[in-house]
């Protein structure tokens, strides 16, 4: 496939859309797997959801690395690398016996499918840069739509029918395709522009990049909304299976509902006038829906309210998906790498320090506050970032 032609640019679009998409299916897919999960292995919902935040944790210190070593080796070649490891740990998720085993592998998981999602935003920044940038960024949320769209659907199939290790069968063939395809792309950093030294030296990059204060309020924000939607994620297959008693099928219904807004919002953040516009309103929006079903949980609400809330809420966080990275990555160009590894690792830092919480006391009244807590620090830093830097005036 000739470099530059339309087929391959659909082709590299499609192809970063599905490496990004690993968050999503590592997260999304065995959601509906949780109560059957509990069962067979003999553990409870608490070791359950520590197997979740595993995978955040490897997604987020597997970022931390591929994403220097990337300005220094190129993006093709670590991008082959961590295939590889996520492939090895799928076959010891399917083969495991104990809670134990499976956090481990999970945490491997998590850090063969970081590459993915890390040199997936480092490739399109090597390409393209501001408004180009924010679109493609959103394509590629959109492309990504379809993760958690049929990740859960499938998830809730496969546990219902073959049990959960089928789920780690698909991701397997999932990773095995996207290793093939990964031979056929181009590399996205010539040599000489990436970064001379050691790995110390491309470590140096972070430090740099925590020094650039609008950049820091980026990733920040990105946290927050993190915390919102992993908070969604790791409480939403109680609430709606054991609280409100739909079966794991029934739950990737609505959570596949709620996906496909994911990738409709993502889709529609390029209609603002710019991605810190974006970031803004739906920052104030998720302020307001996180505030509603907090409400819901905790005064006992329908399943209905709830989850009409929930659909806004996780349409802004769709919009913030494409507009925060745009937004941040410009603000980090220098070091595209160790700036795409930090966002990263911000959001799944966040993911794997909330999500064990949602399960502590009163699941639903803990979802409801991490919900509020997180909605506001997300406004806040979107607030921050809105303020115009304007000049002192200057006494005559």
Same mark, same amino acid.
């Given at each position: 496939?000739?470099?530059?032609?339309?087929?391959?640019?659909?082709?590299?679009?499609?192809?970063?859309?599905?490496?990004?998409?690993?968050?999503?299916?590592?997260?999304?897919?065995?959601? $509906?797997?949780?109560?059957?999960?509990?069962?067979?292995?003999?553990?409870?919902?608490?070791?359950?959801?520590?197997?979740?935040? %595993?995978?955040?944790? @490897?997604?987020?210190?597997?970022?931390? !690395?591929?994403?220097?070593?990337?300005?220094?080796?190129?993006?093709?070649?670590?991008?082959?690398?961590?295939?590889?490891?996520? =492939?090895? +740990?799928?076959?010891?998720?399917?083969?495991?016996?104990?809670?134990?085993?499976?956090?481990?592998?999970?945490?491997?998981? /998590?850090? *063969? /499918? +970081? @590459? /993915?999602?890390?040199?997936?935003?480092?490739?399109?920044?090597?390409?393209?840069?501001?408004?180009?940038?924010?679109?493609?960024? %959103?394509?590629? *949320?959109?492309?990504?739509?379809?993760?958690? !769209?049929?990740?859960?659907?499938?998830?809730? !199939?496969?546990?219902?029918?073959?049990?959960?290790?089928?789920?780690?069968?698909? =991701?397997?063939?999932? #990773?095995?395709?996207?290793?093939?395809?990964?031979?056929?792309?181009?590399?996205? =950093?010539?040599?000489?522009?990436?970064?001379?030294? *050691?790995?110390?030296?491309?470590?140096?990059?972070?430090?740099?990049?925590?020094?650039?204060? $609008?950049?820091?309020?980026?990733?920040?924000?990105? /946290?927050?909304?993190?915390?919102?939607?992993?908070?969604?994620?790791?409480?939403?297959?109680?609430?709606?299976?054991?609280?409100? #008693?739909?079966?794991?099928?029934?739950?990737?219904?609505?959570?596949?509902?709620?996906?496909?807004?994911?990738?409709?919002?993502?889709?529609?953040?390029?209609?603002?006038?710019? $991605?810190?516009?974006?970031?803004?309103?739906?920052?104030?929006?998720?302020?307001?829906? +996180?505030?509603?079903?907090?409400?819901?949980?905790?005064?006992?609400?329908?399943?209905?309210?709830?989850?009409?809330?929930?659909?806004?809420?996780?349409?802004?966080?769709?919009?913030?998906?494409?507009?925060? $990275?745009?937004?941040?990555?410009?603000? #980090?160009?220098?070091?595209? *790498?160790?700036?795409?590894?930090?966002?990263?690792?911000?959001?799944?830092?966040?993911?794997?320090?909330?999500?064990?919480?949602?399960?502590?006391?009163?699941?639903?009244?803990?979802?409801?506050?991490?919900?509020?807590?997180?909605?506001?620090?997300?406004?806040?830093? %979107?607030?921050?970032?809105?303020?115009?830097?304007?000049?002192?005036?200057?006494?005559?």
């Amino acid at each position: 496939m000739k470099t530059g032609s339309r087929s391959y640019g659909i082709f590299l679009v499609v192809f970063l859309g599905m490496l990004f998409g690993f968050g999503p299916f590592l997260t999304d897919m065995y959601l $509906p797997a949780f109560p059957k999960l509990q069962e067979d292995l003999g553990t409870n919902a608490s070791m359950v959801q520590i197997s979740l935040s %595993a995978c955040m944790l @490897g997604l987020a210190v597997g970022q931390a !690395v591929w994403g220097p070593l990337s300005d220094r080796h190129g993006r093709r070649l670590l991008t082959l690398v961590s295939l590889g490891i996520f =492939l090895i +740990s799928c076959i010891g998720c399917i083969f495991s016996k104990s809670i134990g085993f499976l956090i481990a592998m999970r945490l491997l998981q /998590g850090i *063969g /499918g +970081s @590459g /993915g999602i890390v040199l997936s935003r480092s490739i399109a920044t090597d390409l393209y840069s501001g408004k180009e940038l924010a679109k493609m960024m %959103a394509i590629i *949320g959109a492309v990504n739509g379809i993760a958690p !769209v049929s990740a859960p659907v499938i998830g809730g !199939v496969l546990t219902d029918t073959v049990g959960w290790q089928g789920i780690f069968a698909v =991701l397997f063939l999932i #990773g095995t395709i996207l290793t093939i395809c990964c031979f056929n792309i181009s590399e996205s =950093l010539p040599v000489e522009k990436r970064t001379e030294g *050691g790995f110390r030296k491309s470590m140096e990059a972070f430090r740099e990049l925590l020094h650039n204060k $609008p950049y820091v309020q980026g990733i920040l924000q990105y /946290g927050f909304l993190h915390g919102v939607f992993f908070s969604y994620l790791a409480s939403s297959p109680f609430i709606i299976q054991n609280h409100y #008693g739909f079966s794991a099928t029934g739950y990737s219904i609505f959570f596949a509902v709620n996906a496909t807004t994911v990738g409709v919002a993502s889709a529609l953040s390029m209609k603002f006038r710019t $991605p810190a516009r974006c970031t803004f309103i739906a920052s104030c929006a998720l302020l307001v829906l +996180s505030t509603a079903i907090a409400v819901t949980l905790i005064c006992g609400g329908s399943v209905w309210i709830y989850e009409a809330c929930t659909l806004l809420q996780v349409f802004s966080c769709g919009l913030c998906f494409a507009s925060t $990275p745009a937004l941040t990555l410009d603000l #980090g160009r220098m070091h595209a *790498g160790a700036a795409a590894a930090l966002l990263g690792v911000c959001t799944y830092v966040f993911g794997f320090a909330i999500t064990p919480l949602v399960s502590l006391g009163d699941a639903m009244v803990t979802t409801g506050v991490i919900y509020i807590a997180c909605a506001v620090m997300t406004f806040w830093m %979107a607030y921050t970032l809105q303020i115009p830097k304007v000049p002192r005036r200057q006494t005559p």
